[in-house]
């Protein structure tokens, strides 16, 4: 089982990037996939996720209406387009295989999460 996540970089705020996430050794209709951040000095926190039959996305509030996570079956890429772009954005993205999701109202989290991506580095500034 592997993952793969690019498509980090540079990029001033209000811009936009999209990150990729291609995965192997498994199937992305059986797994939820997430992302994950990490900025220095910082928990690392989820983003978003895509549910293994692709009909839930969930995302923190702090990226809502700016970040849409979908995906590519035939690929096997999950994608994360990230727009408007803020300098609190700027952290190591990471995606990860998660087994469930619990829900408590509008709170969501990522459960046995078994599986690591190496992170691409998003760097927001002017």
């Known amino acids: 089982v592997q993952l793969q996540a690019s498509g980090g970089g540079l990029v001033q705020p209000g811009g936009s990037l999209r990150l990729s996430c291609v995965v192997s050794?498994?199937?992305?209709?059986?797994?939820?996939i997430g992302w994950f951040r990490q900025a220095p000095g910082k928990e690392r926190e989820e983003v978003s996720l895509i549910s293994s039959r692709g009909h839930r996305t969930f995302y923190t509030d702090s990226v809502k209406d700016r970040f849409t996570i979908s995906r590519d079956i035939a690929k096997n890429t999950v994608y994360l387009q990230m727009n408007s772009l803020k300098p609190e954005d700027s952290a190591v993205y990471y995606c990860?295989?998660?087994?469930?999701?619990?829900?408590?109202?509008?709170?969501?989290?990522?459960?046995?999460?078994?599986?690591w991506g190496k992170g691409t580095q998003v760097t927001v500034s002017s």
């Open positions: 990860a295989r998660v087994a469930f999701v619990t829900e408590d109202g509008s709170k969501w989290t990522p459960r046995n999460i078994d599986y």
């Open positions: 050794g498994f199937t992305l209709d059986r797994y939820h």
